[in-house]
């Protein structure tokens, strides 16, 4: 997907899409209800994102 969004950025300046993407995993589901998983998974989104940002900010784009 990256490699995707990437040419379609590169062909196009009106606009840079980009995506972020958090996931969470639980063996024990009877201990864990969707809102706790939903917040990691949110978490994790937010922890992509910014790791997406920074990697940007390095590479120069």
């Given at each position: 997907?990256?490699?995707?969004?990437?040419?379609?950025?590169e062909?196009?300046?009106?606009?840079n899409?980009?995506?972020a993407?958090?996931?969470?995993?639980?063996?024990e589901?009877?201990?864990t209800?969707?809102?706790?998983?939903f917040?990691?998974?949110?978490?994790?989104?937010?922890?992509?994102?910014?790791?997406?940002?920074s990697?940007?900010?390095?590479?120069g784009?």
């Amino acid at each position: 997907m990256d490699r995707r969004l990437t040419w379609f950025n590169e062909r196009q300046k009106e606009m840079n899409i980009s995506v972020a993407v958090g996931l969470a995993y639980t063996e024990e589901i009877g201990d864990t209800n969707f809102r706790d998983m939903f917040l990691v998974a949110d978490r994790n989104m937010y922890s992509d994102k910014m790791r997406a940002h920074s990697t940007k900010k390095i590479s120069g784009v």
